[in-house]
């Protein structure tokens, strides 16, 4: 009997994932309880069978900075927007993991190597971002090689999935992906409020899905391929939880039961996703929330023969 599919991808970053943004100073908390709840995190995909994939930026890969510094690339993004080249605070980060948590990562990923089901994958090397004005294809080109040589010099892997940071992606460089090893690429989702430029109204209708139907279902059946990849839309952003969006929360979580349902039932894919940070202002909340999508998700799968799959689950099959 085949099943719906229910694919989770990660964005894990920690404050590589916005420099620009957050000051390290005021999220020093917040990125705390992220890291201490990763192991937990990971308990949980184990008990649960939940297969999920891990795009990490290339950065945390580093044991200490002198390795950062050896595998970073003489050709480095040349934004127009300066402050999006994370290279430029190299110089205040501490020596390795133990010192400076929040940018050096090497104990959570061999813990996401060795949780049964998890797939490691490749978020750039640099947190890349592939549509920003004045970076150059060569420079991307550069970025994943240097992605995939720290993964290799440190765990032996071939980073096989990307996901596009920020998800700015750019049919162009799926070329350059392929002849970097990727296999399996995250798409955006395949709906009108993401086909086109909305400019600050594209969030408020994205936000706006994600309680009532707006776009036709987010759930795919056919998987697409371009440049020899395998695309695998985005479906669902796990929006986390805010105290003061807290009347609203219900409505989130059964729309993306519904549509967790819907995909069961219908023999389809739903790919849900989100940034292991974003638990990080509300973990009890938060984990509350993902254990009752895990608890349907196991009623699915009685039900329906729904299953769990990593995004390199589609090339292996």
Known sequence: MEGGKLVISLDFEL????????KIEEKHQYFSDTIQFIPELLEIFKVNSIRATWATVGFLF???????????????????????????IFKSLGNNEV???FHFAPTLISLILNT???????????????????????QFQADLEAAQHI????????????????????????????????????????????????????????ALDTLIPISRSLCFSLIKEQSGLIHLPASRFFRPYKESEKKIQRYKINRIKSEMTYA???????HLWWHPHNFGEDI?????????????????????????????DFINE
């Open 116 to 138: 049964p089901g998890q797939e490691l994958a490749s978020h750039t090397f640099s947190h890349y971002y592939c549509n920003e004005k004045g970076q150059t294809i060569e």
């Open 264 to 270: 069961a039932k219908n023999n389809k894919i739903y």
């Open 99 to 101: 010192m400076d948590p």
């Open 15 to 22: 404050h590589w994932g916005g420099v620009e943004k957050w």
């Open 151 to 206: 993964a290799e010099k440190n765990y032996g892997v071939t980073l096989k999935s990307l996901i596009f940071p920020r998800n700015q992606f750019n049919e162009n460089y799926l070329e350059i992906a392929k002849k970097n090893g990727i296999q399996v690429v995250r798409s955006n989702p395949d709906v009108w409020f993401w086909k086109r430029n909305y400019g600050k109204l594209a969030p408020v209708f994205r």
């Open 62 to 88: 580093a044991d200490d900075k002198k390795q950062l510094l050896d595998f970073s690339p003489d050709l480095i993004p040349s934004y127009k927007r300066k402050e999006l080249s994370y290279y430029n």
């Open 284 to 312: 009890q909340n938060n984990k509350t929330q993902l254990l009752e999508l895990i608890k349907h998700f196991k009623v699915l799968k009685e039900k329906y023969n729904f299953t769990s799959t990593n995004m390199i």
